[in-house]
């Protein structure tokens, strides 16, 4: 199967400050990469869909100002966390779109904002 | 709204036995990808098997298939020779308004005994 690979795995910051998550996608091209947040012993909850050379689409009820996406190229996709908060402390996880329709997704990233 | 309904939050199974895990999805495409994905406790989500909508043959991935009833909208996992490599969260999901997007089910936690 396809990888993806996601960076940072843990995260802990300051309330105030802004955190990176970079998505990337190793042996395949992602036109489209999802970025998603997973509460504990919940399923996934989609946050935005990232298009390459476009501007991300987000879920209604995300706010796009905190949450920035970039899809710079068609193996990379990054998700930063402005000004955060602690209750923007989860699991996020990003999954890029490979042939029929197929998502692969990254390993995640633990924020913990302090 | 798509709606993907996984009616079993826990399941288990002994070592080596069969279980079946069920799922029924609700959409207005006629062609479509079904998938089911699991996620241990790294949380890492991995696919375990696909299923074209347009195929009528069930498909099949080593210990793992599916039953896939169209009219239906049933879409079940069975595992078969079931080993401790396989207890996680299990999520079924189902295309979200014909585009690359899915829809997650609320998962079932399957335990394996030894």
């Known amino acids: 199967g396809a990888v993806v690979s996601q960076h940072p795995s843990w995260v802990i910051c300051k309330s105030g400050t802004s955190v990176k998550i970079e998505c990337r996608s190793l042996?395949?091209?992602?036109?489209?990469m999802f970025w998603y947040r997973q509460f504990p012993k919940q399923s996934l909850m989609l946050m935005a869909t990232?298009?390459?050379?476009?501007?991300?689409?987000?879920e209604q009820g995300v706010e796009k100002d905190k949450f920035l996406i970039n899809h710079a190229s068609l193996t990379l996709s990054t998700l930063t966390v402005t000004s955060a908060h602690p209750e923007d402390s989860s699991f996020y996880i990003c999954?890029?779109?490979?042939?029929?329709?197929?998502?692969?997704f990254g390993p995640g990233t633990r924020l913990t904002v302090l | 709204a798509q709606t993907v309904t996984q009616s079993q939050p826990e399941m288990s199974v002994q070592e080596a036995e069969t279980v079946t895990l069920s799922c029924t999805y609700d959409t207005s495409e006629s062609d479509y990808y079904l998938f089911w994905y699991k996620q241990p406790p790294s949380r890492q989500m991995i696919l375990v098997i696909r299923q074209e909508a347009y195929k009528q043959q069930n498909a099949t991935e080593n210990r793992f298939s599916v039953n896939f009833q169209k009219a239906a909208k049933s879409f079940s996992l069975k595992i078969s020779d079931s080993q401790l490599g396989d207890a996680a969260m299990y999520f079924c999901?189902?295309?979200?308004?014909?585009?690359?997007?899915?829809?997650f089910g609320t998962g079932t936690r399957l335990t394996i005994i030894p």
């Open positions: 042996d395949f091209q992602a036109t489209t």
């Open positions: 999901a189902s295309p979200n308004f014909g585009n690359e997007k899915l829809t």
């Open positions: 999954s890029g779109v490979a042939g029929g329709n197929t998502q692969y």
């Open positions: 990232s298009n390459e050379g476009s501007k991300a689409t987000y």
